[in-house]
T-cell receptor, first 113, second 116 residues
Protein backbone atom coordinates (compact mmCIF):
# COMPACT_ATOMS: atom_id res chain seq x y z
CA UNK A 1 0.00 0.00 0.00
CA UNK A 2 0.90 3.68 0.11
CA UNK A 3 2.35 5.35 3.18
CA UNK A 4 4.05 8.55 4.28
CA UNK A 5 6.26 8.77 7.35
CA UNK A 6 7.05 11.95 9.25
CA UNK A 7 9.11 11.03 12.29
CA UNK A 8 9.12 14.47 13.87
CA UNK A 9 5.89 15.20 15.68
CA UNK A 10 6.97 18.62 16.88
CA UNK A 11 9.80 21.00 16.08
CA UNK A 12 10.60 24.13 18.08
CA UNK A 13 12.94 26.76 16.66
CA UNK A 14 13.88 30.37 17.19
CA UNK A 15 13.44 32.94 14.44
CA UNK A 16 16.07 32.84 11.69
CA UNK A 17 17.04 29.26 12.49
CA UNK A 18 17.25 26.55 9.81
CA UNK A 19 14.27 24.24 9.37
CA UNK A 20 14.47 20.62 8.26
CA UNK A 21 11.42 18.34 8.33
CA UNK A 22 11.94 14.72 7.41
CA UNK A 23 9.56 12.82 5.11
CA UNK A 24 9.85 9.40 3.54
CA UNK A 25 7.25 7.60 1.46
CA UNK A 26 6.38 4.19 0.12
CA UNK A 27 4.45 3.51 -3.06
CA UNK A 28 4.85 1.97 -6.47
CA UNK A 29 5.71 4.02 -9.51
CA UNK A 30 6.43 7.73 -9.46
CA UNK A 31 3.95 9.72 -7.41
CA UNK A 32 3.37 13.42 -7.09
CA UNK A 33 4.50 14.71 -3.71
CA UNK A 34 3.17 17.71 -1.85
CA UNK A 35 3.80 19.69 1.27
CA UNK A 36 0.62 21.14 2.71
CA UNK A 37 0.59 23.61 5.62
CA UNK A 38 -2.25 23.95 8.09
CA UNK A 39 -2.55 27.06 10.26
CA UNK A 40 -4.67 26.93 13.43
CA UNK A 41 -8.38 26.90 12.66
CA UNK A 42 -7.88 26.54 8.91
CA UNK A 43 -7.84 23.81 6.33
CA UNK A 44 -4.61 22.54 4.77
CA UNK A 45 -3.26 24.67 1.95
CA UNK A 46 -0.72 23.80 -0.67
CA UNK A 47 2.81 24.91 0.12
CA UNK A 48 4.60 23.22 -2.78
CA UNK A 49 4.39 20.23 -5.06
CA UNK A 50 6.84 18.17 -7.06
CA UNK A 51 6.19 15.72 -9.87
CA UNK A 52 8.57 13.41 -11.67
CA UNK A 53 9.10 16.19 -14.20
CA UNK A 54 10.93 18.40 -11.75
CA UNK A 55 12.83 17.09 -8.76
CA UNK A 56 12.71 20.22 -6.63
CA UNK A 57 9.89 22.50 -5.58
CA UNK A 58 10.05 25.80 -3.77
CA UNK A 59 7.65 28.37 -2.41
CA UNK A 60 7.85 31.23 0.10
CA UNK A 61 11.43 30.32 0.99
CA UNK A 62 10.63 26.63 1.53
CA UNK A 63 12.27 23.95 -0.61
CA UNK A 64 11.76 20.23 -1.00
CA UNK A 65 13.68 17.79 -3.15
CA UNK A 66 12.15 14.58 -4.51
CA UNK A 67 14.73 11.83 -4.10
CA UNK A 68 13.58 8.64 -5.81
CA UNK A 69 16.64 6.74 -4.60
CA UNK A 70 15.94 7.23 -0.92
CA UNK A 71 12.17 7.78 -1.42
CA UNK A 72 12.39 10.97 0.57
CA UNK A 73 10.88 14.43 0.23
CA UNK A 74 12.34 16.50 3.05
CA UNK A 75 11.26 20.11 3.59
CA UNK A 76 13.78 22.86 4.32
CA UNK A 77 13.84 26.57 4.97
CA UNK A 78 16.98 28.57 5.59
CA UNK A 79 15.52 31.06 8.03
CA UNK A 80 12.15 30.61 9.73
CA UNK A 81 9.83 33.33 10.96
CA UNK A 82 7.26 33.30 13.75
CA UNK A 83 4.54 33.33 11.06
CA UNK A 84 5.75 29.94 9.83
CA UNK A 85 4.34 28.31 12.97
CA UNK A 86 1.88 25.71 11.71
CA UNK A 87 1.48 22.00 11.05
CA UNK A 88 3.26 20.72 7.94
CA UNK A 89 2.00 17.63 6.16
CA UNK A 90 3.93 15.58 3.65
CA UNK A 91 1.38 14.20 1.17
CA UNK A 92 1.52 11.51 -1.49
CA UNK A 93 -0.62 11.24 -4.63
CA UNK A 94 0.05 7.83 -6.16
CA UNK A 95 0.25 7.98 -9.92
CA UNK A 96 -2.87 6.65 -11.62
CA UNK A 97 -3.78 4.66 -8.56
CA UNK A 98 -6.95 6.25 -7.36
CA UNK A 99 -8.04 9.58 -6.07
CA UNK A 100 -6.90 9.38 -2.49
CA UNK A 101 -4.15 11.56 -1.13
CA UNK A 102 -2.16 9.91 1.64
CA UNK A 103 -1.20 12.34 4.41
CA UNK A 104 1.69 11.94 6.79
CA UNK A 105 1.01 12.40 10.49
CA UNK A 106 2.15 16.01 10.34
CA UNK A 107 4.95 17.98 11.99
CA UNK A 108 3.96 20.84 14.25
CA UNK A 109 6.41 23.74 13.92
CA UNK A 110 6.59 26.34 16.67
CA UNK A 111 8.83 29.32 16.03
CA UNK A 112 9.66 31.46 19.04
CA UNK A 113 10.13 35.18 18.38
CA UNK B 1 -6.46 31.95 -4.40
CA UNK B 2 -9.37 29.61 -5.04
CA UNK B 3 -11.71 29.22 -2.07
CA UNK B 4 -13.74 26.31 -0.82
CA UNK B 5 -16.50 27.33 1.58
CA UNK B 6 -17.95 25.06 4.24
CA UNK B 7 -21.18 25.47 6.16
CA UNK B 8 -21.60 25.16 9.11
CA UNK B 9 -18.24 25.96 10.66
CA UNK B 10 -19.27 24.01 13.72
CA UNK B 11 -22.26 22.04 14.95
CA UNK B 12 -23.22 20.20 18.11
CA UNK B 13 -25.69 17.38 17.63
CA UNK B 14 -27.27 14.65 19.71
CA UNK B 15 -26.15 11.09 19.02
CA UNK B 16 -28.54 9.37 16.63
CA UNK B 17 -29.63 12.54 14.89
CA UNK B 18 -28.88 13.35 11.27
CA UNK B 19 -26.38 16.00 10.20
CA UNK B 20 -25.62 17.48 6.80
CA UNK B 21 -22.34 19.23 6.13
CA UNK B 22 -22.30 21.54 3.13
CA UNK B 23 -19.45 22.43 0.83
CA UNK B 24 -19.29 25.04 -1.91
CA UNK B 25 -16.30 23.94 -4.02
CA UNK B 26 -14.16 26.05 -6.35
CA UNK B 27 -16.43 27.00 -9.24
CA UNK B 28 -14.83 25.16 -12.17
CA UNK B 29 -13.63 22.13 -10.23
CA UNK B 30 -14.90 18.68 -11.09
CA UNK B 31 -13.60 16.42 -8.31
CA UNK B 32 -14.77 16.66 -4.74
CA UNK B 33 -13.50 15.08 -1.55
CA UNK B 34 -14.24 14.74 2.14
CA UNK B 35 -11.51 14.22 4.73
CA UNK B 36 -11.89 13.61 8.46
CA UNK B 37 -9.52 14.91 11.12
CA UNK B 38 -9.93 13.98 14.76
CA UNK B 39 -8.45 16.64 17.04
CA UNK B 40 -4.66 16.54 16.96
CA UNK B 41 -4.54 13.62 14.54
CA UNK B 42 -3.82 13.28 10.86
CA UNK B 43 -6.10 13.90 7.91
CA UNK B 44 -7.90 10.77 6.76
CA UNK B 45 -9.56 10.30 3.39
CA UNK B 46 -13.26 9.52 3.42
CA UNK B 47 -14.55 9.74 -0.14
CA UNK B 48 -14.04 11.15 -3.60
CA UNK B 49 -16.92 12.19 -5.90
CA UNK B 50 -16.91 12.90 -9.62
CA UNK B 51 -19.58 13.22 -12.28
CA UNK B 52 -22.35 12.44 -9.84
CA UNK B 53 -20.75 9.28 -8.48
CA UNK B 54 -18.57 8.07 -5.66
CA UNK B 55 -15.25 7.10 -7.25
CA UNK B 56 -13.43 5.83 -4.19
CA UNK B 57 -14.17 5.55 -0.49
CA UNK B 58 -12.27 4.43 2.58
CA UNK B 59 -13.20 2.10 5.43
CA UNK B 60 -14.06 5.21 7.46
CA UNK B 61 -16.92 5.95 5.07
CA UNK B 62 -19.49 3.92 6.94
CA UNK B 63 -22.92 2.92 5.68
CA UNK B 64 -24.37 5.81 7.68
CA UNK B 65 -22.47 8.26 5.44
CA UNK B 66 -23.66 9.52 2.08
CA UNK B 67 -22.59 12.23 -0.35
CA UNK B 68 -24.30 14.01 -3.18
CA UNK B 69 -24.20 17.17 -5.24
CA UNK B 70 -27.71 17.76 -6.52
CA UNK B 71 -27.88 19.97 -9.65
CA UNK B 72 -24.41 21.41 -9.20
CA UNK B 73 -25.21 23.02 -5.87
CA UNK B 74 -23.53 22.24 -2.58
CA UNK B 75 -21.51 19.06 -2.27
CA UNK B 76 -22.90 17.50 0.90
CA UNK B 77 -21.87 14.90 3.44
CA UNK B 78 -24.77 13.43 5.35
CA UNK B 79 -24.41 11.26 8.43
CA UNK B 80 -27.53 9.41 9.54
CA UNK B 81 -27.56 8.38 12.32
CA UNK B 82 -24.59 10.04 14.00
CA UNK B 83 -22.41 8.25 16.55
CA UNK B 84 -20.04 9.60 19.21
CA UNK B 85 -17.01 8.55 17.16
CA UNK B 86 -18.14 10.81 14.32
CA UNK B 87 -16.98 13.80 16.35
CA UNK B 88 -14.21 15.39 14.27
CA UNK B 89 -13.45 18.19 11.86
CA UNK B 90 -14.61 17.37 8.35
CA UNK B 91 -12.73 19.02 5.51
CA UNK B 92 -14.12 19.37 2.04
CA UNK B 93 -11.73 19.71 -0.89
CA UNK B 94 -12.02 20.11 -4.63
CA UNK B 95 -9.71 19.82 -7.61
CA UNK B 96 -9.92 20.53 -11.31
CA UNK B 97 -8.64 17.11 -12.24
CA UNK B 98 -8.27 13.93 -10.24
CA UNK B 99 -5.75 13.59 -7.45
CA UNK B 100 -4.29 10.62 -9.30
CA UNK B 101 -2.90 12.99 -11.92
CA UNK B 102 -1.10 15.05 -9.31
CA UNK B 103 -3.66 17.81 -9.25
CA UNK B 104 -3.75 20.21 -6.33
CA UNK B 105 -6.59 19.88 -3.85
CA UNK B 106 -8.04 23.05 -2.36
CA UNK B 107 -9.42 22.58 1.13
CA UNK B 108 -12.11 24.44 3.03
CA UNK B 109 -11.67 25.59 6.61
CA UNK B 110 -13.50 22.59 7.97
CA UNK B 111 -16.76 21.85 9.77
CA UNK B 112 -16.27 20.89 13.38
CA UNK B 113 -18.85 18.30 14.40
CA UNK B 114 -19.43 17.43 18.03
CA UNK B 115 -21.75 14.50 18.75
CA UNK B 116 -23.00 14.34 22.32
Amino acid sequence: GNSVTQMQGQVTLSEEEFLFINCTYSTTGYPTLFWYVQYPGEGPQLLLKVTTANNKGSSRGFEATYDKGTTSFHLQKASVQESDSAVYYCVLAPRNMGYKLTFGTGTSLLVDP
Amino acid sequence: GPKVLQIPSHQIIDMGQMVTLNCDPVSNHLYFYWYKQILGQQMEFLVNFYNGKVMEKSKLFKDQFSVERPDGSYFTLKIQPTALEDSAVYFCASSLEGADSGNTLYFGEGSRLIVV
